[in-house]
């Protein structure tokens, strides 16, 4: 590791979630059921990052995402790094990107909405990745995502 020191310590086999606005550590916690884990998880919040001012970092020792889980994280953090860490050397780093369909990730903002007067999960069209703009697959109604309520 040279000179650099890392501000939360190693870890030998997991996953490290990386340059999380800060405000959002916890919502990605929440995303992935991090309270319930019985894998140790380390948080470390409010770090000095060049890139984005504040930062969060999630690592969570012996746990691997599925592409579905990783999915979920680009709702609230669509910049954020996965490394996956094998042998205390990061084997790959996987960014998040929004998927075509989310289901059961975000609630519709319209109140009249078929999904939020029946017990069903929500499914959302991303009409344009680039701007974050989903389409209410029941109501039609377009919201962006950065002003999303989750499930
Ligand atoms: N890390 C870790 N345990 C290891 C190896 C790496 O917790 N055994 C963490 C580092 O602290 C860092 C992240 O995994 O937060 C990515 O490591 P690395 O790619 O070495 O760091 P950077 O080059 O700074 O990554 P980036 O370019 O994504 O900022
Ligand atoms: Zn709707």
Redesign the pocket.
Known sequence: MGKKE???????NGT?I??IPAEKTYEVVDLLGLKNSLAPVTIGYNLPSK?IGKKG?I?ITNRFFSQEEISRLSVVAPKI?L?I?KD???AE?KTVELPEELRGIVKCNNPKCITNNEPMQTVFNVIDKAQGILKCRYCDKEQDINNIKLC
Not at 6 to 12: D, F, G, K, L
């Open positions: 890392m501000q939360v310590s190693a870890i030998e490290v990386d340059h890139k970092i690592k790094v490394n860490i205390y050397e990061v780093k």
